[in-house]
């Protein structure tokens, strides 16, 4: 079972929600049980992020329309973060080095890492995608800095 807990004062660990503290209930006390603990990124820049590839896709699309947008932006996501370089690099059947994007998913990027990406994602963004924008879009481009 997955539980999240709050670590108090001494190291004491207590239940960080209800699910938590009902599952709790079913564990003797005085047991041991092995545990395997994540340090949690930050999921308000985690949104800051993904709110900088919103807008960095739209000023990107322009008026383009997409056959399936939700499928574009993540190729644009996904070539950003190759541009930025984070990436593996593959070899495909016929020798060709294929790149693949990282995953920014808390369980694959510490936010140390995750923060040193978005670092390489403005400079990747101002060198790829805004180096001919407007004042004004780059006045709204600093929000993210």
């Not at 190291?11 to 047991?31: Q, V």
Request: glycine residues 6%; proline residues 2%.
């Amino acid at each position: 079972m997955k539980l999240e807990f709050i670590k108090q004062a001494g190291g004491i660990l207590i239940p960080a929600d209800d699910y938590s503290a009902e599952k709790m209930t079913k564990l003797k006390t005085g047991g041991q049980y092995p545990a395997e603990v994540k340090l949690a990124r930050n999921p308000q820049f985690h949104r800051k992020v993904f709110a900088f590839f919103n807008f960095c896709f739209q000023h990107w699309s322009g008026g383009h329309k997409f056959q399936d947008e939700s499928l574009q932006f993540d190729q644009f996501r996904k070539e950003l973060i190759i541009m930025a370089g984070f990436h593996n690099a593959y070899y495909s059947i016929g020798s060709e080095v294929r790149l693949e994007a990282k995953s920014l998913s808390f369980g694959s990027m510490s936010q140390d890492e995750f923060e040193q990406c978005y670092q390489a994602l403005i400079q990747a963004a101002m060198s790829n995608i805004f180096k001919t924008a407007d004042e004004r879009t780059l006045n709204n481009l600093m929000s993210f800095f």
